[in-house]
C-alpha cells in the first residue's frame, strides 16, 4: 500500500498540520469523501442560481441532502457567491456582479440551507491592483451575510499573499492566501509565510489552494511547508491550472485517500 512508504519530514518545532479544505466543484456523490472537522464548497451553478438569473438551481434538492448530511458528520459547508472582482455596476459572469445579485444569493443560501456554515465569496480580488479597496469591499460583503445570519463563517477568495488584503478582516474570517501552481507555492513560500503571520495576528484564518502538485512525494513536500507556516486550511491536487474548461478543482485528486491519512491520520474520508 502507498501509505505504508510516506513519512513525514523536516517539520520544525510547534509546527501543526493544517485542516481539510477544499474548493468542491465536485459531482454529488463525491461529498461522502469528505471526513470529520473537513471545509468545503457547496457550488449549484456558478452560485445559487441559474446563470445569471435570479431562478434557483434545478439541482437544489440534492445539495439539501448533502447540507444535512454534512451538518451530521461535522463537515463545514460553504456556499460559493461569485462577487464580481469588485465591479459591482452589472452582471456579467467573471466579469461583475452588483451587489443586489450578491445579496440575493446570500439570501436564499440561508433560506433553503438552514445548516449551512457560511458563505465563500469568490473574485475578491481586482485589476489593476488597489490596496484600499480591501477594507471597503469586506464591509460590504461582511453586511451581507450578518443581515441573514450573526454567526455564519465568512471566507473571502484573495488568492495572493499580498498583506495589504489583511487590513479590514475580523477574528474568525477565512482569507484564501494562495491558489496557484505548486511550482509557484514554493516561489513565493517566504511572502506565503509572512502573510500568514500577519493574518493571525488579526484573528484570521488562512486557506491555501495548490494544484499541479503531480506525485505523493510533492504532496508530502507541500503539506510539510504549510504546516510549518502554520497553515489553517489546505488543499492540493494533481489536476493542472488554467484548463479549459477550467476542472482543476471539479474533482478530488487522485491521491486524495492519500492526502486525507497525511492531513488528518486517524480518519480516512
Not at 97 to 106: F, K
Request: hydrophobic share 40%; glycine share 6%.
Amino acid at each position: 500500500m502507498i501509505l505504508m512508504c510516506i513519512v513525514f519530514f523536516g517539520k520544525g518545532s510547534g509546527a501543526r498540520l493544517p485542516e481539510i479544505g477544499v474548493i468542491s466543484y465536485w459531482d454529488l456523490e463525491l461529498y461522502n469523501k469528505l471526513p470529520p472537522k473537513s471545509l468545503a464548497l457547496i457550488n449549484p451553478d456558478n452560485g445559487i442560481f441559474t446563470g445569471q438569473t435570479r431562478n434557483l438551481a434545478t439541482n437544489l434538492n440534492a445539495y439539501k441532502d448533502i447540507v444535512a448530511e454534512a451538518s451530521k458528520k461535522q463537515v463545514r459547508l460553504l456556499g460559493y457567491v461569485p462577487t464580481g472582482y469588485f465591479n459591482h455596476k452589472c452582471n456579467i459572469r467573471t466579469k461583475c456582479q452588483t451587489l443586489g445579485r450578491i445579496d440575493a444569493q446570500v439570501k436564499a443560501y440561508f433560506l433553503h440551507f438552514p445548516k449551512l456554515s457560511g458563505i465563500f465569496f469568490d473574485e475578491t480580488s481586482l485589476d489593476p491592483w488597489d490596496c484600499s479597496a480591501f477594507t471597503g469591499e469586506y464591509k460590504s460583503l461582511r453586511s451581507i451575510v450578518r443581515k441573514y445570519n450573526s454567526k455564519a463563517t465568512i471566507a473571502f477568495n484573495v488568492a495572493v499573499p499580498d498583506r495589504c488584503t489583511i487590513v479590514g478582516l475580523k477574528r474568525g474570517e477565512i482569507i484564501v492566501v494562495f491558489e496557484n501552481s505548486f511550482g509557484n507555492y514554493t516561489k513565493e513560500a517566504a511572502a506565503i509565510r509572512n502573510f500568514t503571520e500577519a493574518a493571525h495576528n488579526v484573528g484570521a484564518i488562512v486557506w491555501c489552494l495548490i494544484h499541479s502538485v503531480s506525485d505523493i512525494r510533492s504532496l508530502q513536500s507541500t503539506i510539510n511547508t504549510a504546516s510549518n507556516m502554520n497553515i489553517d486550511l489546505f488543499y492540493a491536487t494533481d489536476i493542472e491550472g488554467n484548463l479549459k474548461p477550467n476542472i482543476t478543482w471539479n474533482s478530488p485528486p487522485t491521491y486524495w485517500d492519500t492526502q486525507v491519512e497525511l492531513l488528518n491520520p486517524k480518519r480516512k474520508g
